[in-house]
């Protein structure tokens, strides 16, 4: 059977097919906002009142927008250091796609439904998901750095970063969950995502030396393509 981390593709396709989708599932988001311009206008709303009406889908959509922006600008960032891509890790970021593609139908939800837990848990769920796939590749990366032209030191740093994410995530559906119609405001628990970062780098286990990039520290330097 070949190995397949000898089998590799190219990142450029790779990078095109991803940015295409996000940019597809982006504008998937405002659909249901241009059907309620549609049905204000058959109802012969003013403009004032169609805001008003559709305050809901104007949140979830400006959330979701802004969380699939975050998410792509941190996918992009990394694998324009990624020089090459195993079936391994093209099949992590095919999970992370549909994550992404699924998005808009709990951000439809969220601005035309009720709130209820369930709700609650498949859109918060969904950026769960979403930040488990990210940190998959990079845990991939960490054992395959001959992949990415990145320091070690910082992928392990960013590791960090996305467990803290996926820690405040469930935090905020936990507390989604329990407070009800304004639960989703607990998702600006995020903004302490660099705070829990920094501590949880700080208890990142030193490993045994003998690779000039394994130092763990703030310095955030270390050699690339190093192997295990």
């Not at 790779?14 to 241009?34: Q, S």
């Not at 324009?80 to 095919?94: D, G, K, Q, S, Y």
């Not at 998702?187 to 829990?196: D, I, S, Y």
Request: with cysteine.
């Amino acid at each position: 059977m070949t190995d397949h981390t000898s089998l590799r593709f190219s990142t450029d396709r790779f990078r095109a097919f991803a940015d295409a989708v996000v940019a597809i599932a982006m504008t998937l988001l405002i659909l249901p906002l241009l059907e309620a311009v549609s049905d204000a206008g058959t109802e012969g709303l003013a403009t004032g009142e169609f805001f008003a009406a559709n305050g809901g889908q104007l949140f979830s959509f400006a959330l979701s927008f802004l969380l699939i922006a975050n998410f792509w600008m941190e996918h992009h960032r990394q694998y324009t250091e990624v020089t090459a891509i195993t079936p391994a890790l093209l099949w992590i970021n095919i999970a992370w796609l549909a994550t992404i593609v699924w998005l808009p139908v709990p951000t439809a939800m969220l601005g035309q439904m009720d709130t209820d837990p369930l709700q609650e848990t498949v859109y918060i769920g969904t950026l769960i998901l979403t930040q488990s796939a990210t940190l998959a590749a990079k845990l991939y990366l960490l054992r395959h750095p001959d992949l990415t032209c990145a320091p070690i030191s910082r992928v392990r740093q960013e590791v960090a970063g996305d467990v803290a994410a996926i820690i405040l995530f469930a935090l905020a559906l936990g507390i989604a969950v329990a407070i009800g119609d304004q639960g989703y405001f607990a998702l600006f628990l995020l903004l302490l995502t660099g705070v829990l970062a920094h501590a949880l780098n700080r208890l990142w286990p030193r490993r045994t030396p003998g690779r000039a990039d394994e130092t763990v520290g703030d310095e955030g330097t270390g050699g690339s393509g190093a192997r295990e």
